[in-house]
C-alpha cells in the first residue's frame, strides 16, 4: 500500500482518490495472480465492470470493493485503508457542480489540478484562465461564442467555473506553484475595450508578485522554434504528471509518462528563452500603457 492512502488531507480531489484506488485495486489482483475476465466470474460481473472500476471510469459501490477486497485476501489494515479512500473518493469536487457544460477530459484536469502541488503553463494566445479577470473572460467567451455558436447559457456558466478556479487554486492557504510562460503578443491581443485589457495586465502584474508565481514573458523577437498550442503541466503527488493540451471544443489530457517527458523539456527550452521574473513584469508594466 501507498503511505497517502490512510491519511489524505480532507480537501483533496476525488479524482485522484477515484484513480488511486482503481490503481491500488488493480495492483492487489496482480499480485493475487487473477486476470480481470477470473475475478469478473467470480462475482458475477461483467469483466469490463472491472476494468471500469480499476481506470476510475465508474463509481463503485463500497460492497463491489468490499467484494473484490475478499478475493484478494486482503487483511484489515489495508482494507480499512482502502474503504476509507474509497469513502473520500465519492465525495464532489466544486467543479463538479459544472459537470454538464464542461468537456469531460477538462473536469478530469481539474479534478487532478486540485491535488497538484505544482503546475508549468505555456500560453502563446490569451491569458491564462488562472489570471484571467471577469471582465476579460466575459469579452474572451463572447468571442468565442461567436466564432464556436456556443449558447449564451454556456458562456456564464463557463466564466463561473473560471472564477470558482481561481478561487480553489489561488484562495488557499497552501496554492499551487505556478510557473507560467507568456507569450508577449497576449499582452496586445485585445479582448474587449481598453479598460477590459488595462485591468486585465494590471491583474498580472499583482499575481506576478505572488510568491508561488513565476511569471515568465517571452519577447516577440526571442527564439520560438516551439511549434504547440496551450498546454499544462501538472505534478502530482504518489502519482504521476499529467500534461493538458487546450483545443477550441475542449481539450485533451495526455498521461504517456514518454510524452509527458518531451512537453516537460518543451517547457524547459521556453522558459530558458524567456525573460527572467522581474524583467517579464516589467515588460508587462510597458505593455500597460498601451491599453490606458
Request: glycine share 6%.
Amino acid at each position: 500500500m501507498t503511505k497517502e492512502v490512510g491519511g489524505v488531507p480532507d480537501h483533496g480531489s476525488p479524482t485522484v482518490r477515484r484513480r488511486r484506488l482503481g490503481q491500488e485495486l488493480r495492483r492487489l489482483r496482480e499480485r493475487a495472480e487473477f486476470t480481470g475476465d477470473q475475478v469478473a466470474a467470480q462475482l458475477g460481473w461483467s469483466a469490463a465492470k472491472v476494468s471500469r472500476i480499476e481506470t476510475a471510469r465508474t463509481s463503485p459501490r463500497e460492497a463491489d470493493i468490499e467484494a473484490m477486497l475478499v478475493i484478494y485476501m486482503v487483511d484489515s489494515r489495508q482494507r480499512h485503508e482502502l474503504l476509507a479512500l474509497h469513502r473520500d473518493a465519492t465525495r464532489k469536487g466544486w467543479w463538479e457542480e459544472y459537470r454538464d457544460s464542461l468537456p469531460k477530459e477538462y473536469t478530469t484536469f481539474l479534478g487532478l489540478e486540485a491535488e497538484a502541488t505544482a503546475a508549468r503553463d505555456w500560453e502563446p494566445q490569451v491569458v491564462p484562465g488562472l489570471f484571467q479577470t471577469e471582465t476579460y473572460v466575459r469579452a474572451m467567451m463572447e468571442s468565442g461564442q461567436r466564432s464556436t455558436l456556443e449558447a449564451p447559457g454556456g458562456v456564464r456558466s463557463r466564466i463561473e467555473v473560471r472564477m470558482a478556479r481561481q478561487e480553489s487554486v489561488l484562495g488557499t492557504q497552501s496554492p499551487l506553484n505556478l510557473s507560467v510562460v507568456l507569450e508577449e503578443s497576449v499582452l496586445l491581443r485585445r479582448f474587449g475595450d481598453d479598460e477590459v485589457m488595462s485591468e486585465q495586465l494590471g491583474r498580472l502584474i499583482e499575481v506576478s508578485e505572488l510568491p508561488n508565481v513565476q511569471l515568465r514573458i517571452l519577447p516577440l523577437d526571442a527564439e520560438h522554434p516551439i511549434n504547440t498550442g496551450a498546454f499544462s503541466h501538472l505534478k502530482v503527488p504518489e502519482f504521476h504528471d499529467v500534461v493538458y493540451l487546450e483545443a477550441l471544443l475542449g481539450g485533451r489530457l495526455v498521461e504517456d509518462e514518454a510524452i509527458v517527458y518531451r512537453y516537460e523539456v518543451a517547457f524547459d527550452y521556453l522558459e530558458s528563452k524567456a525573460l527572467d521574473v522581474e524583467a517579464s513584469r516589467k515588460c508587462v508594466e510597458k505593455r500597460l500603457s498601451h491599453w490606458r
